[in-house]
């Protein structure tokens, strides 16, 4: 099992900043990846926001050159860095875990509300 706790979320104007930070715990070992997903709403679907791997990283268009993510795995951490912050990136964002290189092998945090004001 592996245990992912978010933190950093909050309430910040346009234009600002935060730093998203996972704490993973666990069973971590072996080839595996980890990323930030995010929701903007009940029901909507959970989004790819970034991943990390030892490949290398991604991100969606609609982040790139605003967030950058990155890890500490010497401390099992995982951060992600926002600037730039608009109103349309307001959503609960979560922390992933993959082992290998299946999604049935996904683990996730609880999630931190991150609210971006106009």
């Known amino acids: 099992q592996v245990q992912l706790v978010e933190s950093g979320g909050g309430l910040v104007q346009a234009g600002g900043s935060l730093r998203l930070s996972c704490a993973a715990s666990?069973?971590?070992?072996?080839?595996?990846?980890m990323g930030w997903y995010r929701q903007a709403a009940p029901g909507k679907q959970r989004a790819l926001v970034a991943?990390?791997?030892?490949?290398?990283?991604y991100y969606v268009e609609s982040v790139k050159g605003r967030f950058t993510i990155s890890r500490d795995n010497a401390k099992n951490m995982m951060y992600l860095q926002m600037n730039g912050l608009k109103p349309e990136d307001t959503a609960v964002y979560y922390c992933?875990?993959?082992?290998?290189?299946?999604?049935?092998?996904?683990?996730w945090g609880q999630g931190t509300q991150v609210t971006v004001s106009s």
């Open positions: 992933n875990y993959r082992r290998g290189f299946s999604a049935s092998n996904d683990y």
């Open positions: 666990g069973s971590i070992f072996g080839i595996n990846s």
């Open positions: 991943r990390i791997s030892s490949g290398g990283t």
